[in-house]
């Protein structure tokens, strides 16, 4: 069974800095796989905020571009999501997603606000 669990959430002040991480279980080939991020503001529909494959490989979302950083650790199975300059738009639900997949993690909540 494969299980993603999300954490490194909270509070900051606009301008800030939070690193979520995802610890990744249950899954052969990790260093394989597609991983991403998604977040989901209230009332808006969920959006990919940036995706991994390998180093040289990543994708992010326009309103994150040059502050996200994701990252990946294979012999941990994590995935990282550096945010930095963070804004009040920010605010959301953060998910990780195993991709192809119909599996993602509980979510964790980012919120920015002074």
């Known amino acids: 069974q494969v299980q993603l669990v999300e954490s490194g959430g909270g509070l900051v002040q606009p301008g800030g800095s939070l690193r979520l991480s995802c610890a990744a279980s249950g899954t052969v080939f990790f260093e394989r796989k597609l991983m991403a991020w998604y977040r989901q503001a209230p009332g808006k529909q969920r959006e990919l905020v940036a995706s991994i494959t390998d180093p040289d490989n990543t994708d992010y979302a326009d309103s994150v571009k040059g502050r996200f950083t994701i990252s990946r650790d294979n012999a941990k199975n994590t995935v990282d999501l550096q945010m930095n300059r963070l804004k009040p738009e920010d605010t959301a639900v953060y998910y990780c997603?195993?991709?192809?997949?119909?599996?993602w993690g509980r979510g964790i909540q980012v919120t920015v606000s002074s």
């Open positions: 997603h195993l991709g192809y997949s119909t599996y």
